[in-house]
């Protein structure tokens, strides 16, 4: 997974649309980070992140402001989802 990426890029790999946010809605807090930071990167790569920093911090903290949840929690749960 590239880690640099334009704003433009950005918003069109890992902005939440239609059915992503159906399927997000049903979780809260760090749950909720985690799977739409897992839903999009899934998108892009056809895998899951074998480690949380396969993630670019620039993408958590765009998911993480879409779905009021601070960046910071998915670093502190991922340790687990990401195995």
Same mark, same amino acid.
């Given at each position: 997974m !590239? !880690?640099?990426? $334009?704003? $433009?890029e950005l918003v069109g790999a890992w @902005? =939440?649309?239609g059915d992503d946010w159906r399927l997000v809605s049903n979780k809260a807090g760090p749950t909720r =980070?985690? #799977?739409?930071? =897992? =839903?999009k990167f899934f998108e892009l790569e056809a !895998? #899951? %992140? !074998?480690? %949380?920093?396969e993630v670019p911090a620039v993408a958590v903290a765009y998911v993480a402001e879409q779905v009021k949840v601070a960046p910071e929690e998915f670093a502190k749960r991922s @340790?687990? @989802?990401c195995a």
């Open positions: !590239r !880690r640099d990426w $334009e704003p $433009e @902005t =939440l649309v =980070l985690g #799977f739409a930071l =897992l =839903l !895998r #899951f %992140p !074998r480690e %949380p920093d @340790t687990s @989802t």
